[in-house]
Antibody, heavy 123, light 110 residues
């Protein structure tokens, strides 16, 4: 069965960096686009970034553009999110999510989500 | 950037029908997906491409999309349907394309 397991969360000071990982199994990882979505405590869902199945195309939310970088290693079935210049408002649970279909642009819904990893930005 | 507007809360008695709206400029021209999220859990896809239902989702869940409003309808509401619901689209209409979520609607079963 499909599994997405996030790791790498923790407490970091403002201005610091963190790298999140999402280990995928149960499907052909290299065939599907992947997303990061976050949820601040008590708040709604906020999309963060998308990467195409082959890594050739990436999109970012305006709130993280220039600070966060999404990447993937298809040989390791792993998705990454490098987060730099972290701010208090980046505090959230970060989920990785899989696209339901193989598409060129991310119009597909997210059919599987990980359980999330908590990132806390605080001094 | 594109904005999706949901009512913060909807309340319904068990056995009745709940309708959760998602408003957006000409949203009828976009594909809308809906997610259910219960406390402490990851979101679950309940409706995709406006009105399709994933396997395992009860037929009580349905969706529609036209004009400036998409609607998630839950018939014969049960206590277990109490959750937050989010609509989602892909917006390519601006200079900064991206995925957009609505603010979420908390469904309370009375």
């Amino acid at each position: 069965q499909v599994q997405l397991v996030e790791s790498g969360g923790g407490v970091v000071q403002p201005g610091g960096s963190l790298r999140l990982s999402c280990a995928a199994s149960g499907f052909t990882f290299s065939s599907y686009g992947m997303h990061w979505v976050r949820q601040a405590p008590g708040k709604g869902l906020e999309w963060v970034a998308f990467i195409r199945y082959d890594g050739s195309n990436k999109y970012y939310a305006d709130s993280v553009k220039g600070r966060f970088t999404i990447s993937r290693d298809n040989s390791k079935n792993t998705l990454y999110l490098q987060m730099n210049s972290l701010r208090a408002e980046d505090t959230a649970v970060y989920y990785c999510a899989k696209e339901r279909e193989i598409v060129v642009v991310p119009v597909s819904p997210f059919d599987y989500w990980g359980q999330g990893t908590l990132v806390t930005v605080s001094s | 950037s594109y904005v999706l507007t949901q009512p913060p809360s909807v309340s319904v008695a068990p056995g009745k029908t709940a309708r959760i709206t998602c408003g957006g400029n000409n949203i009828g021209s976009k594909s809308v997906h809906w997610y259910q999220q219960k406390p402490g859990q990851a979101p679950v896809l309940v409706i995709y491409y406006d009105s399709d239902r994933p396997s395992g989702i009860p037929e009580r869940f349905s969706g529609s999309n036209s004009g400036n409003t998409a609607t998630l309808t839950i018939s014969r509401v049960e206590a277990g349907d109490e959750a937050d619901y989010y609509c989602q689209v892909w917006d390519s209409s601006s200079d900064h394309p991206g995925v957009v979520f609505g603010g979420g609607t908390k469904l309370t079963v009375l």
